[in-house]
T-cell receptor, first 113, second 111 residues
Framework: SQQGEEDPQALSIQEGENATMNCSYK?????LQWYRQNSGRGLVHLIL?????REKHSGRLRVTLDTSKKSSSLLITASRAADTASYFC?????????????FGKGTKLSVIP | EAQVTQNPRYLITVTGKKLTVTCSQN?????MSWYRQDPGLGLRQIYY???????DKGDVPEGYKVSRKEKRNFPLILESPSPNQTSLYFC??????????FGPGTRLTVL
């Protein structure tokens, strides 16, 4: 079942601009993860933020988590054409020994050179 | 190199001809799963396995079988494929609380 919902579904920006994608979810989580998928390829893990963290950085990526609003955002700064891909959030449900990751439908990002 | 491998990467087959897509991981992960991805529907989980000999249905298990006889392998079996199983399939593995590793995908066409 899908819990994470990304917003927007599609985003088109110019190279050099920042891209912001949002994710909302419904139930308690241990962590939230963001993945990237180039067309037709496997998903690649970008960043993991735990439920007790509010912000995390990795290179040009910045992720925030607001557990009170059950939402997260992914910011890509100074975007490049190579950032063109689909981005998915995935929630890791709370509970002992939980293995299930629940994925949203993704945001399709197009970065125009 | 830590990885999940799938084979074949591309497969065209005909209705009713049994097929198996193999999946293997080298990270000693307990958890493995299969997804299918279709346009507009996102990733949907087919089956998952918490450990050897422990498997369970995901969201769309109809028409599929799996087995987990060894920790590293998790094959997906289509006993009698039908055209509505034409899709892009991904195998994945993880350990609890950590990131998930995905295979490169298998593009299946059932005629």
């Amino acid at each position: 079942s899908q819990q994470g919902e990304e917003d927007p579904q599609a985003l088109s920006i110019q190279e050099g601009e920042n891209a912001t994608m949002n994710c909302s979810y419904k139930t308690s989580i241990n962590n939230l993860q963001w993945y990237r998928q180039n067309s037709g390829r496997g998903l690649v893990h970008l960043i993991l933020i735990r439920s007790n963290e509010r912000e995390k950085h990795s290179g040009r990526l910045r992720v925030t988590l607001d557990t009170s609003k059950k939402s997260s955002s992914l910011l890509i700064t100074a975007s490049r054409a190579a950032d063109t891909a689909s981005y998915f959030c995935a929630t890791d449900g709370a509970g002992a020994g939980s293995y299930q990751l629940t994925f949203g439908k993704g945001t399709k990002l197009s970065v125009i050179p | 190199e830590a990885q999940v491998t799938q084979n074949p990467r591309y497969l065209i087959t005909v209705t009713g001809k049994k097929l198996t897509v193999t999946c293997s991981q080298n990270m000693n992960h307990e958890y493995m799963s299969w997804y299918r991805q279709d346009p507009g529907l996102g990733l949907r989980q087919i089956y998952y396995s918490m450990n050897v000999e422990v498997t369970d249905k995901g969201d769309v298990p109809e028409g599929y079988k799996v087995s987990r006889k060894e920790k590293r392998n998790f094959p997906l079996i289509l006993e009698s494929p039908s055209p509505n199983q034409t899709s892009l399939y991904f195998c994945a593995s993880r350990s609890v609380g950590n990131e998930q590793f995905f295979g490169p995908g298998t593009r299946l066409t059932v005629l």
